[in-house]
């Protein structure tokens, strides 16, 4: 008997599985990492920080600007105002719609894991139970090949007790009493062959065409 393997499961395949399927579903449900959690969010402390450092930059260019043309100090101001409000105005348009397309990037990479989750369980699923029917056929084909053995030796022994017992039967009918009593210790000798063995019915055939070659007057006279 062959020794059917184990299924191979490789440890990294449940251990990716396992973290990365609640990875998935969290970023669908906006429960997001917090390393990438400024990708989808607007208004977020870097952006803030960015946009007061940018509002110093244009105060202090256009105060130098208006210094050079020897601006007022109320013209000056008006300036930095109007610049750093157009200027705050667009960073933060432009940081609500990249919130916008982080989180269609974050659901794309959310579906993205959850199908690949499911897909890898899927076809992991189809691998063992294919692993599984190509096991049980080479079982059944196994036990077969095991009961044609058996039935095979079973019949080789039939053979040989009844080929025993049919000389020892002849002898004995022998010892009885002349040609008749050797034809019956033969006949015995089959029939009780026959019925140990078990197993071959074409023995039985035999046994009745032994059978056949004596007539009931043969033995009574």
Do not use: C
Not at 16 to 26: F, N, R, W, Y
Not at 38 to 51: A, D, K, Q, T, V
């Amino acid at each position: 008997m062959v020794k059917i393997p184990d299924f191979y499961t490789d440890e990294y395949f449940e251990k990716s599985q396992k973290s990365l399927a609640p990875l998935g579903e969290g970023i669908l449900r906006g429960n997001i990492p917090d390393y990438y959690k400024g990708i989808g969010e607007s208004g977020s402390e870097e952006f803030e920080r960015m946009l007061g450092l940018t509002k110093r930059d244009i105060a202090t260019s256009v105060g130098e600007m208006g210094a050079r043309r020897r601006m007022n100090k109320g013209a000056i101001a008006k300036s930095v105002a109007d610049a750093t409000a157009t200027a705050s105005i667009k960073g933060r348009y432009t940081d609500l719609m990249s919130s916008i397309e982080g989180k269609k990037f974050l659901f794309q990479q959310g579906r993205g894991i959850t199908e690949g989750v499911r897909g890898a369980g899927l076809e992991y699923g189809g691998q063992r139970n294919q692993y599984g029917l190509s096991a049980a056929k080479l079982k059944l084909q196994q036990e077969e090949i095991e009961a044609q053995k058996k039935a095979s030796k079973d019949a080789m022994w039939g053979k040989m007790i009844a080929a025993a017992l049919g000389t020892a039967g002849t002898i004995g009918g022998a010892m009885i009493g002349g040609p008749f009593g050797a034809k019956a210790g033969g006949m015995i000798g089959s029939a009780v062959g026959n019925q140990v063995s078990g197993v071959a019915p074409h023995m039985q055939e035999g046994a009745n065409a032994i059978k056949g070659m004596f007539d009931v007057n043969d033995i009574f006279g």
